[in-house]
């Protein structure tokens, strides 16, 4: 009993990823039901509402695993908790204006002289295939306890499972705990985390001291034998992404692989450069962290541990349901079962109060038929005075729009002398400009206007945004890296001159976009470019004011 009241409670998880869906059902750390689809399909919807609704009082956890999913760090001013919240708000959507699920994950680090927090800004771009999901999950009647990111809720299992293997006891009587140098010793600072998702493909999680540094999904296009071969090129390309975020070789990068036991000699022959490789199937994953029956029929595939992980867990790490489903939540649906006890005693009451209340009723009579006739006269009054102003030689319409556009004119103009002096000071000795293109847009014409007897009514609070492209030429600069250093040296200088502003390089010297460290996306060849013409492009984006 005790455990029951203390313990997680059942939970029904349902991973959607762009090849299909796999719902789980967990009851104390044990799968004990798979469904999986492969689309969604009239039959597919009806297979999980039924297999859902056996137990309608089961909370549904949702982890999306699409490949359409933003991550960006961004920090902000180190302003008080009070306008915290606005300033967040008001990058997200600086950010992410056509994306209605986001939310901030604060990433408890700090940088730059003032000590900007550094937060996670992440979004689930809306797309008709989540669109889908997200209407089958308002046509179920089972509450929905979260909606998030399993990349997001899954670091914590990438770290668990690193300290678990680095117990004394991690290795005995089980294969494969050995890297290339060895035992593991003691937890590293990096941690990779790949699975192969029977969803969507290949799943990577970086996590740096616990949380979550980056992820990639690469769709899943190969036969089974070629399975070690795509995670050693995909865990290439992912060393590459990670030096933009600090990460050099003698760190040392420590892999756990979710695969089968196959897996083992072939990742070890590859000689990749990390400082320990390990490969767990499904089942030694789930002993290491206490959970149990995690093994898929259809192969060594990860989504069943992540669903065990997540229904152990108290409360997800970023909620998107409030945002995703509205009201719709779980303390909403726990109150169902008092529904029907609670209406029958509010009639009851109800009854009791009409009966008191009809007899003061009946003197307001008189007083709301007064009130109609005054309300007529001045209706009549009012139409009277509106033909009247319509006889004016200026009506007070072309005067309202006349002063909408002065409005919209002044906030659009901006003095550029100050923000070109700030630009030059930031550049340094051998920097020089190709091109600067500079454009101011009054921020209000981009958001929902409210319109009042058909003229639209500017929102007060908005501010101009300022958009600065600045061109940098680095051929004289040799070296590929030190022209890479140098164009996030001068970006740096500009952010800490453009507080308010958003400051990033769009366009590398090498074409390694930041955005891309977090997309999930399929891995590419990046061009190297001709080193003799390197150029950089550095966007300055935000409030002129």
């Not at 065990?308 to 997800?316: E, I, L, V």
Request: with cysteine.
């Amino acid at each position: 009993m005790l455990k029951r009241l203390l313990g997680p409670n059942p939970r029904y998880v349902l991973i959607i990823g762009n090849a299909g869906a796999v719902l789980s059902y967990v009851a104390d750390g044990r799968v004990r039901g798979k469904w999986t689809v492969t689309d969604f399909g009239d039959a597919a919807v009806e297979r999980l509402t039924n297999a859902i609704e056996e137990r309608r009082r089961v909370p549904v956890i949702v982890l999306i695993d699409m490949l359409e999913q933003s991550y960006r760090r961004t920090a902000i001013p180190p302003v008080g908790p009070a306008a915290r919240r606005r300033v967040i708000r008001r990058r997200l959507n600086i950010d992410y204006p056509s994306d209605e699920i986001k939310a901030a994950l604060p990433l408890g680090e700090r940088i730059g002289p003032r000590g900007d927090p550094l937060y996670l800004f992440v979004a689930l771009p809306s797309s008709p295939e989540l669109e889908n999901w997200i209407a089958f999950l308002h046509s179920i009647s089972n509450p929905i306890a979260s909606l998030a990111m399993l990349p997001i809720e899954s670091a914590s299992l990438a770290d668990a499972l690193a300290r678990a293997i680095t117990r004394p006891d991690a290795g005995k009587g089980k294969k494969g705990k050995k890297g290339k140098k060895g035992e593991t010793g003691e937890k590293g600072e990096w941690t990779l985390l790949i699975s192969h998702q029977q969803t969507g493909g290949f799943r990577q999680i970086v996590v740096r001291r616990g949380r979550l540094a980056m992820t990639r999904l690469t769709p899943d296009s190969s036969e089974g034998s070629e399975t070690a071969g795509i995670i050693a090129q995909e865990l290439s390309s992912t060393l590459g992404y990670l030096t933009r975020l600090g990460y050099t070789e003698s760190d040392g990068l420590d892999v756990i692989v979710i695969g089968p036991r196959s897996l083992r000699e072939t990742l070890d022959r590859s000689q990749l450069p990390v400082r320990s490789m390990t490969v767990l199937t499904p089942t030694e994953a789930g002993a290491l962290l206490e959970l149990t029956n995690v093994v898929d029929p259809a192969g060594d595939f990860g989504e069943l541990l992540y669903a065990a992980w997540a229904a152990g867990r108290r409360k997800p790490t970023v909620n998107l349901a409030a945002t995703a489903l509205g009201q719709r939540q779980v303390q909403v649906a726990a109150a169902r079962k008092w529904v029907v006890p609670a209406l029958s005693m509010s009639a009851i009451m109800l009854a009791a109060y009409c009966g008191n209340t009809v007899a003061d009723l009946w003197p307001l009579r008189q007083d709301v038929t007064l009130a109609s006739t005054i309300l007529e006269q001045l209706q009549g009054r009012l139409n009277q005075m509106k033909l009247e102003i319509e006889q004016y030689p200026d009506r007070p319409k072309k005067i309202t729009i006349s002063l909408d556009i002065h409005t919209r004119l002044v906030a659009e103009t901006v003095d550029p002398l100050p923000m070109l002096r700030a630009i030059g000071e930031s550049l340094g000795p051998g920097h020089h400009l190709k091109r600067l293109i500079w454009k101011t847009e009054d921020a209000r014409v981009a958001t929902t206007r409210q319109v009042t007897s058909g003229v639209s009514q500017p929102d007060s609070e908005s501010s101009p945004t300022l958009g600065i492209i600045l061109t940098l030429d680095l051929s004289s600069v040799t070296d590929p890296e030190r022209a890479i250093a140098e164009a996030n040296a001068l970006a740096d200088r500009l952010q800490q001159r453009f507080t308010e502003q958003r400051v990033e390089v769009v366009r590398p010297p090498l074409d390694i976009l930041p955005s891309q460290t977090f997309v999930g996306s399929s891995s590419e060849d990046v061009p190297l470019g001709s080193v003799g013409e390197l150029s950089a492009e550095i966007l300055i984006k935000g409030p002129a004011g």
